[in-house]
């Protein structure tokens, strides 16, 4: 079975001055940003639940 | 030796488990050791991160614990082996991912407030020591990434002045290193993170708090 992603091949970089990431790291920050502000923005399901109020 | 009486002003000589005892029960009564209710602020995604890590973490040592009985032959070169080397792979990648997250989140709530800076300590303590735990698993996988991996990072290792002491190339040492002194540091430390929870209560968001930002409800979640 052939892979999802042909990974034969050097790592992709982004280099900008002193800066040198590869995609695949940029990807997974990129990645954790976009969770991090869904799960700001996103409304958690209530389940009726009994809660404190505090 | 004669038997003396305890003079009735004099407290009773008291041992170091009754201490030990009263401490802990002062500190975290089971109501709030295993509290059964949160408090309304918890109903948020930003919150989940944290018990996602430990989530992780419990998938990294329970996968990390059969490779280890296994060996280096069974996880690279058998069906299951390599299922549970990937287990072990990415349950540490959605560690970090989400207790990167979870940092994020409670870093922008200042989640220090209302006496809680031991529990931010012991938790970023915990992401430092997490990633030299990673880097020792990864010199550790015994193939050519491996190898590569080490032979790069001892550069680093010997610029930062340890490379004495901490030798990337000493597969012995690495694998003791992770398989041992650097996860016991982080599953202590997750411990004491966990307890020091229970014990001040989940950081309040900032409307909640009063007008001089010391956050409260300083009772926590077994309220």
């Known amino acids: ?54 | 030796m004669s038997a003396t009486t305890r003079p009735p002003d004099k407290p009773e000589k008291r041992s170091w488990t009754l201490f030990l005892r009263e401490r802990a029960m002062e500190s975290l009564p089971p109501e709030k050791l295993l509290a059964d209710r949160q408090p309304s602020y918890v109903s948020s995604w930003i919150y989940v991160f944290g018990v996602l890590s430990l989530a992780s973490l419990v998938v990294i040592i329970l996968s990390g614990m059969i490779l280890t009985l296994k060996g280096p032959a069974w996880w690279h070169f058998t069906g299951l082996g390599l299922f549970f080397n990937s287990i072990h792979l990415w349950a540490v990648e959605l560690f970090f991912f989400v207790m990167v997250v979870h940092l994020w989140g409670k870093y922008w709530m200042a989640s220090w407030r209302g006496g809680r800076v031991p529990t931010w300590i012991t938790g970023a303590v915990t992401f430092l020591i997490a990633i030299p735990c990673a880097l020792t698993g990864y010199v550790s996988q015994q193939n050519f990434d491996s190898q590569w991996i080490s032979t790069q990072a001892k550069d680093a290792m010997n610029a930062a002045g340890i490379g004495s002491f901490f030798n990337l190339m000493n597969f012995g040492q690495m694998y003791s290193y992770h398989v041992l002194l650097l996860p016991v540091a982080v599953v202590a430390l997750v411990i004491a993170h966990i307890l020091l929870v229970r014990k001040t209560g989940v950081v309040p968001p900032f409307e909640l708090s009063d007008s001089s930002g010391t956050a409260e409800p300083a009772s926590g979640p077994a309220q």
Do not use: R
């Open chain 1, 1 to 54: 079975m052939a892979a999802a992603f042909n990974l034969n091949h050097p790592a992709h970089v982004v280099q900008w001055h002193f800066f040198t990431m590869s995609v695949s790291n940029l990807i997974v920050i990129f990645v954790m940003i976009v969770v991090f502000v869904l799960a700001i923005a996103l409304p958690f399901p209530s389940h009726g639940k009994q809660e404190v109020e505090s």
